[in-house]
């Protein structure tokens, strides 16, 4: 009975730190310009879709035992604290096809006090940015009304010169666009930075070339996890594509270790599309490694009692379907 009493009392002690810890607004919030702050409140919220499972995450699950309720709250608190990130473009090169000819800025994102080993790097060209750069203008046009773009020149723009003005050009850039939280949250400021590596490795995973493939997620999903931590089941494609990877290559404990971190982050998300096909692949990876499916085979059991049976595709086949466009 005692060590009950203590557990509740460590859970309420825990969900009185969330509650005071985000209705307390951070450092960033406070020294905003008022005029920010005041557009910001009253604009709806432009990435409601992408954050509404976020959202949804805030009521535990009556279901989860006191231990899991624990591990909810801390989880959640660490969602809570912003990850701050910094862009250097350290060098570009010129690349040349026959009929065409353009710069690729190196963009090298770091974790501010972060080791090299938790860098991304990058290569994006002009017209990417320039295109970042309309996309947001349609969505943001109040945050970006006095944010400049490098004009493009009619002659010169291989110079040494103009490239170098660039490089400055964007960091600074970036780190404005960084600066503004709806941007920095939004779909196309993150797609910016994680798609043509994410279409990259899903092409390769549809071709066959599963180490291609794995290197490339596991470059993209650091980045991921830290520019979407406050929406964790946000990165569960890409957990899941691992996952993938790592069986098809026969790396069973590998897959099992990436499955666990994509099932956490679906706790509270037992609707969405990969859910199913995630408990079945843990329970088959659990079985082979010699590991406790059971518990697992519950969940799949107690979420079909509750549901219709619908087609569900395997989690291999749901995988080869991003990024096809």
């Given at each position: 009975m005692d060590q009950d009493c203590t557990a509740e009392k460590e859970l309420l002690e825990a969900v009185s730190r969330i509650t005071t810890f985000s209705?307390?607004?951070?450092?960033?919030?406070?020294?905003?310009?008022?005029?920010?702050?005041?557009?910001?409140?009253?604009?709806?919220?432009?990435e409601k879709d992408d954050l509404q499972d976020s959202s949804a995450s805030l009521s535990p699950n009556s279901s989860m035992t006191t231990k899991e309720l624990q591990e909810y709250w801390r989880n959640e608190k660490r969602q809570c604290r912003q990850v701050k990130l910094l862009f250097e473009i350290p060098s570009t090169r010129i690349v040349e096809h026959h009929l065409s000819k353009y710069v690729m800025y190196k963009i090298i994102i770091l974790q501010t006090g972060s080791f090299d080993s938790n860098k991304s790097v990058i290569e994006r060209r002009y017209s990417d940015?320039?295109?970042l750069h309309r996309n947001?203008?349609?969505?943001?046009?109040?945050?970006?009304?006095?944010?400049?773009?490098?004009?493009?020149?009619?002659?010169?723009?291989?110079?040494?010169?103009?490239?170098?003005?660039?490089?400055?050009?964007?960091?600074?850039?970036?780190?404005?666009?960084?600066?503004?939280?709806?941007?920095?949250?939004?779909?196309?400021?993150?797609?910016?930075?994680?798609?043509?590596?994410?279409?990259?490795?899903?092409?390769?995973?549809?071709?066959?070339?599963?180490?291609?493939?794995?290197?490339?997620?596991?470059?993209v999903i650091g980045l991921q996890e830290r520019l979407m931590r406050g929406n964790p089941a946000s990165v569960v494609p890409t957990l899941c594509a691992i996952v993938v990877c790592h069986k098809d290559l026969e790396n069973p404990a590998s897959a099992f270790e990436y499955g666990e971190n994509a099932l956490s982050r679906l706790r509270m998300h037992t609707s969405h599309r990969y859910y199913i096909p995630l408990l079945e692949t843990m329970i088959a990876l659990a079985y082979e490694l010699g590991?406790?499916?059971?518990?697992?085979?519950?969940?799949?059991?107690?979420?079909?009692?509750?549901?219709?049976?619908v087609r569900v595709f395997t989690l291999k086949e749901l995988a080869v379907r991003e990024y096809v466009q």
């Open positions: 209705t307390h607004p951070s450092d960033e919030e406070q020294n905003q310009p008022k005029a920010e702050i005041s557009s910001q409140v009253g604009k709806e919220n432009p940015f320039e295109k947001l203008l349609e969505e943001f046009s109040e945050e970006m009304e006095d944010v400049t773009f490098p004009k493009k020149t009619l002659t010169g723009n291989f110079t040494e010169e103009i490239i170098n003005e660039r490089k400055l050009a964007f960091k600074d850039y970036l780190r404005l666009l960084y600066s503004m939280k709806y941007i920095r949250r939004s779909k196309k400021f993150i797609d910016f930075l994680t798609r043509p590596e994410l279409r990259e490795a899903y092409g390769c995973l549809r071709g066959g070339q599963y180490t291609k493939a794995l290197e490339i997620l596991l470059e590991k406790d499916f059971l518990s697992l085979q519950e969940k799949l059991e107690e979420w079909k009692a509750k549901k219709d049976p």
